[in-house]
């Protein structure tokens, strides 16, 4: 079946028409003529998947992974990265328009990186083969080499094979030292596993191996280092996944906290964006959910010489408490889900005076963005390029209490 790509939809895929139903096509962008099947037929829409591409877009350019077609990591392998960072301008901004939110985003801060940028990647295992799922599906592709991979994972994967697992999950992390910390989770009997990660241990700088929750080899954590701060990750800690983005978001948070004097971190992690707004500032307290985390945040404000950080570990829900009008700046990083409501509402109670907002999901973003719009003016609104390649982006807002 034939259809005409017009344009992206808010995940990066073509939209076409077919007899006047509108269709979504993974992987093809505006211009291209292609030829599709229909997998998924909804009542008011078509999901399609290329088949042939007949009038290839001039905006597609040559992909480079071997994957692509069918891996669902990258979104935009197909167009220029200058392609791609226009896209991601105009999502933000047609999402703002239609949410009747009176600001234009214009700046997009770039990965120093189009490719290998990426610190950890979570691979699956199924019959010993290693590798992503399909995009909406559980169908394994093996892979060796990931373009978004830094190059020493990508490496190493080659050599997972030695473990021998049948079926589970690992997940590798590299930190600035090239080292690595591993963490594998799987029901097989393990039994030979010491002996196999020997061969791993002698090629590789491995900090650190946790099998199903147990150290089984080194540590359960390693350090990394961004700017010049310091950061004890535990395996299930959190950790931003490309640290060239990183570091600039930590120039920005830097930047936009010179004023504030006591700061709240609310989702801190371990203590990332806490430590570098505690700069300038008088006081900062970081909440964050997992205990892990925190115990590492702790070590972190140590770790820096850091003193005027405080952490706890709790649901933001439960400790809204803790929001009050002694502290004038607070740093929202939430996970994809965004805030919880009872915070927001306690933010515009106590009238706090700047909230700098970093978010991985637009949707979310924008939801809370209107609560708090009534109360609070969007006074800066920048994007990073933190997932390349990919249809995400990450966004960092400012807004300022609005005195009129
Ligand atoms: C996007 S990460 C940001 C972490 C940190 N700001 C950083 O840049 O590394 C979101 C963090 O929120 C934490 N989190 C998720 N739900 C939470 C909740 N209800 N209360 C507190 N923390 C939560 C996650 O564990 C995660 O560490």
Redesign the pocket.
Known sequence: MRVEILKFDNLGRGIGYINNKIIFVPKSVAGDILDITIEKEHANYLEGKIKEIIVPSKKRIEVKCPYYAFCGGCDLLHVSLSESLEYKLDKINECLNKNKIDYKVSEIVKCPKQYNYRNKVSLKIIDKKIGYYESNSHKLIEINNCLLLDDAINELINDLNELEINNGKITIRINYKKEFLIVIESDDKLQNINNLINNLINKYSIVGIVLNNKVIFGDDYFIDKINNYLFKISYN????VNPYI?SH?FDLISEYTIDSKKIL??????G??SLVASKDSNKVLG????EN?ILDAKINASLNNINNVEFIC????KVIDKITNEYDTI?L???RSGI?KNVIDKIISENIKKIIY?S?NESTLIRDLKILLDKYKIVNFKLLDMFVNTEHVESLCVLNLNKD
């Open positions: 800690s959190f950790f931003q990183c978001l971190d609310f989702y801190c992690g371990v990332t964006l909440v964050e959910i997992v985390a709790n649901d933001t829900k740093i990083d939430p996970p919880d970093v991985c």
